[in-house]
């Protein structure tokens, strides 16, 4: 952790999107979004005209979605964009065969950006309307999730990691087109850079990063779920070097609980580590309390968690299943004392497959606003689930949820992975 940060919560694509489109607006050199889902319609349309602007006054603009997430870029804005200037790529099209091929199951599924190396966003919202919603459809009400615009020395950390993987995007694509020295030379780029002034040094000759964006840091302001000098770090998941980072920091994080333990997760299936952590931070007195899905989107991420709630339960945690509309967050506070945003579901998907970014803050100033936020939709917006509810369902009910929770363990076993 380090200090030194200006943290501020975006909760809502309604809050996150007028954000990132003025930090994009202003920007004098680079922007670079990172996202798993990108759909060219309703609010989102915002952003993609944001990062048409920044190219037109020559911003460089580099885009990276997801060939799950955003299979396809509309045909109109593959021109404008290459009308524009911007330019995207695809992290691990699917190809004919699809997620048939088990190494295709390892997405991107961070939500980065970076705006001239001064100005960051992390969290878990996709570029999506708020009431768009893949599998759901049109939803009656917005969804749920957060995001974090942050400033300070992370944001190289961020710059780094999105700097990597488009040079490593960069170095296959010149493969396939057998440019195999361009390949190399992009591929020579992803080299780790030590410290925050290296790595300054490298992008200011590649692209001018070094002219710092006063109004980009002068518009960042405390709000009323903001603070200032806060310590902070980035926290990463990839299939190489950080491969258990951010599953590490959330068992620290509860194994230290002494009083409360809330997290907000939209896919929560925690395998015997996490599920361990929670049972015995319970068990000692710690009150614990997930805010969770309560929309049927997906049999297996719906129904393998259910065995995974009757074991939680018993255990005396709290389950609580958010109302009024889909509920995308991947949040949590411990003790007001420690607290996570991002993109990393509590899932095998999240925690042994994709690639994830989350930030989390020991700032108890921040954990606390988080905590209230959080406080305040748990009494308002959800249902509590209760041990007997789910006891009194219908037999086959309860016998696909254990077909799914085997069916996950299987596969799994399959591929290798224990979780």
Known sequence: MRSGHQLLLLENGSAFFPALVEAMDAARSVVHLETYIFEFAGAALSVAQALERAAQRGVRVR?????????????????RFAAAGVRWRVYSPLGRLG???????RRLHRKLCVIDGTVGFCGGINIIDDQDDVALGRLSAPRLDF??????????????????????LQAVRKARQREFRAAWEALRETSPVGDFSRLLGKLEART?????NADAEDAFADGPLGVDDARAELLLRDN??????????YLKAIGAARQEIVIANAYFIPGRKLRRALTLAAQR???????????????LQYRAARPVYQTLL???????????????????????????????NLDPLSLLLAREANVSTTDRRFASLLHDCLDGIVLHGSHQIEIDQLRRRPWKQRALDRVAFG?????????GYRY
């Open 240 to 249: 190489v070097s950080h491969r258990h980072d951010i599953e590490r920091a």
């Open 63 to 79: 885009l990276v979605v997801d060939g799950v997430g955003t299979p396809r870029v509309p045909v109109e804005w593959q021109r």
């Open 208 to 212: 001018g990063l070094g002219r710092v």
């Open 147 to 168: 995001s974090l615009r942050v400033a300070g020395p992370l944001v190289a950390d961020m710059t780094e990691t999105m700097e990597q993987l488009w040079w490593r």
């Open 314 to 344: 018993n255990a005396g945690i709290e389950i609580h299943e958010y109302g009024p509309s889909a509920l995308h967050a991947k949040v949590a506070v411990v003790d007001r004392r420690w607290a996570t945003v991002g993109s990393t």
């Open 407 to 415: 069916v996950m363990r299987a596969t799994l076993f399959l591929t």
């Open 99 to 105: 997620l048939l091929i088990p190494s295709r199951w």
């Open 285 to 299: 007195g710690v009150r614990v309390r997930l805010l969770l899905q309560g929309k049927y989107e997906h049999f």
